[in-house]
């Protein structure tokens, strides 16, 4: 597993680096600036005849490519990717197929190039938790690490991207594997740590948002970072509302092939860039201006709500993209309006509208996800202020609590739950029944035991006419002597001193099941062993009363779900 964690944590920050050398790219050539979004009204220097009207085509023309290329080849790679990697955990044993990789960075790059106002954070997640499955499949590995390797990509993704190698482990516990254990913490790790070290070599040590530095003016303040919180986290529910009442408008509105849709879509959003040049693409940028205190707070207002819009349109048209930096940047221009405001009734005893601005950040993430650790950590490590960590917190707590009041999903799992997917239903249901079944409720009748001074020539022989690769021994009085493996039958074969020998001389004892153990207890035993099926004993552990296979305990499984 470490090792397996060191090569997915280096394919997942070469992964983003090749992801984001493609969107500089496509960006480059659809609009002919790094990154449009601060570039204003102007023309684009390939096309300067038609001038800014060039954001018409741009979304059009990207469409044109990524969306047959998702229809055909990947349709999970539309969207914003981070709930199909939670699905993919908790209900398909992290099994992702592996054109995802290629699809989805291709597909995002392309979006997010031609103008797609959505972020490259949940599509890298996607991309190095499908490296993550793929090579865990290559690998064979069992189901539970699989999880953990596809976790390991995605905090890998976030590690690289964001030159946060705190919080790419946090975001993998939090939200794709929603367990903390010491091996997955240890796996995700490893991997964070390898992907930030890649990243780092080439994108460079510093944080990922250069700020001016801020400090609180008096311990005053806190109240004010408290109804921070509680503004912005609705913000950030308000945004998720937002997100898939256009989907559904757009679902509503589209009669065509899909293919074809983020083309005909781009039109509006073509429109919308038009309008607000400062929509194109992630938009980082703008962000950093807005906290610095280049904006007046109307267009603060104007681009907190233009962005919740523009983010919507490009996910509802079919296009791929994440939600996580637009909800730092609805954040950022929320949280600096509110300190415009503050700032102006209590200009002496309050900090630069900014501070609120980069606390905005992760209330909105906190609100819009519930992710609360990750919130926190992701914006320390993204500006280095240390000074921001304790008001960061109050608002964060305050924003995850007025989620949870005014909605039953995030902006995540709802996603899953309008297709009929409860992610809590799946990991706790299944998890519940296998605490209230026990053993002998589900338990197969006993294969023909052997006894204990059967000769090994004719063990084979049961064993070659069993269905199982294993037998249980018994003696003359019915008491359990251990089993016999067709592994151990052959080895003893190809000794010639044992042509007299006896089951009893080759038995092995596999851990034991009774007939009172839940099968949550039983499924542990099953995942140590080789076997297909184990014994069942009575009470007392010294008679076979029954047979446990891996099949029964599924079956038990799929009946919950």
């Known amino acids: 597993m470490a090792l397996l964690a060191l090569i997915i944590g280096a394919g997942a920050g070469g992964g983003a680096i090749v992801f984001r050398w493609l969107i500089v790219t496509f960006t480059r050539l659809f609009s002919g600036h790094d990154d449009y979004s601060g570039a204003g009204h102007v023309a684009n220097p390939h096309l300067p005849w038609l001038g800014p009207w060039f954001v018409l085509a741009a979304p059009v023309v990207a469409g044109l490519i990524y969306g047959p290329l998702v229809t055909k080849f990947a349709p999970e790679a539309r969207g914003h990717g981070v709930p199909e990697v939670m699905y993919a955990v908790a209900a398909r044993g992290g099994r992702i197929p592996p054109q995802v990789t290629v699809v989805k960075a291709l597909a995002s790059a392309l979006c997010i190039g031609g103008g797609g106002s959505v972020g490259r954070e949940g599509p890298i997640v996607q991309i190095g938790s499908a490296w993550g499955s793929s090579l865990g499949r290559l690998t064979r590995v069992r189901e539970n690490r699989l999880r953990v390797l596809v976790a390991c990509g995605a905090a890998g993704g976030i590690a690289a991207t964001f030159n ?36 780092r070599a080439a994108f460079g040590n510093s944080p990922f948002l250069d700020l001016p530095a801020f400090t609180l003016r008096s311990g005053w303040e806190y109240p004010i970072f408290l109804a921070l919180g509680i503004v912005i986290g609705a913000v950030g529910v308000g945004f998720g509302r937002v997100l898939y009442w256009i989907e559904d408008v757009c679902d509503w509105a589209w009669r065509g092939p899909e293919w074809l849709r983020p083309a005909v879509g781009g039109v509006v959003l073509g429109g919308l860039l038009l309008v607000l040049p400062q929509m194109y693409g992630v938009g980082y940028p703008v962000l950093a201006r807005a906290v610095d205190g280049r904006y007046a707070l109307w267009l603060l207002v104007v681009l907190m709500l233009g962005k919740m819009i523009a983010t919507s349109l490009t996910i509802g048209i079919g296009g791929s993209g994440g ?7 609805i954040g950022a221009m929320g949280g600096t309006a509110f300190g415009v405001v503050v700032h102006h009734l209590f200009p002496a005893a309050t900090a630069a509208p900014g501070l609120y601005g980069l606390i905005g950040m992760g209330a909105a993430f906190a609100g819009a996800t519930r992710a609360a650790i990750t919130a926190v950590i992701i914006l320390f490590e993204l500006t280095g202020e240390y000074t921001i960590i304790l008001p960061l917190m109050l608002a964060v707590v305050a924003a995850t609590g007025v989620s949870r009041l005014l909605s039953d999903d995030t902006i995540y799992t709802r996603k899953l739950t309008r297709r009929g997917v409860n992610l809590d239903a799946v990991h706790h249901g299944s998890t519940a029944r296998l605490e209230r079944s026990t053993v002998a409720s ?22 070659w006419l069993s269905a199982n690769g294993i037998l249980p021994i018994v003696g003359s009085d019915d008491r359990y002597h251990g089993c016999v493996t067709a592994r151990a039958i052959a080895e003893a074969l190809s000794d010639s001193e044992s042509d007299h020998a006896t089951v009893g001389e080759i038995a092995v004892m596999p851990p034991r099941i009774t007939e009172t153990a839940t099968l949550a207890e039983a499924l542990d035993v099953l995942a140590r062993s080789d076997s297909t099926g184990l014994p069942v004993l009575d009470r007392g552990g010294h008679i076979v009363v029954g047979w446990l296979t891996h099949r029964a305990v599924l079956t038990t499984v799929q009946g919950t779900r």
């Open 323 to 329: 939600v996580f930096a637009p909800s730092l940047f």
């Open 442 to 463: 589900v338990m197969e009748p006993i294969p023909n035991p052997i006894t204990v001074d059967t000769p090994i020539e004719q063990a084979s022989r049961a064993l």
């Open 164 to 199: 946060a190698p705190i919080a790419g482990p946090f975001f993998a516990m939090e939200l794709i594997l929603r367990d903390f254990t010491a091996e997955s913490f240890g796996a995700v790790v490893l991997s964070s740590v390898t992907a930030s070290v890649i990243g």
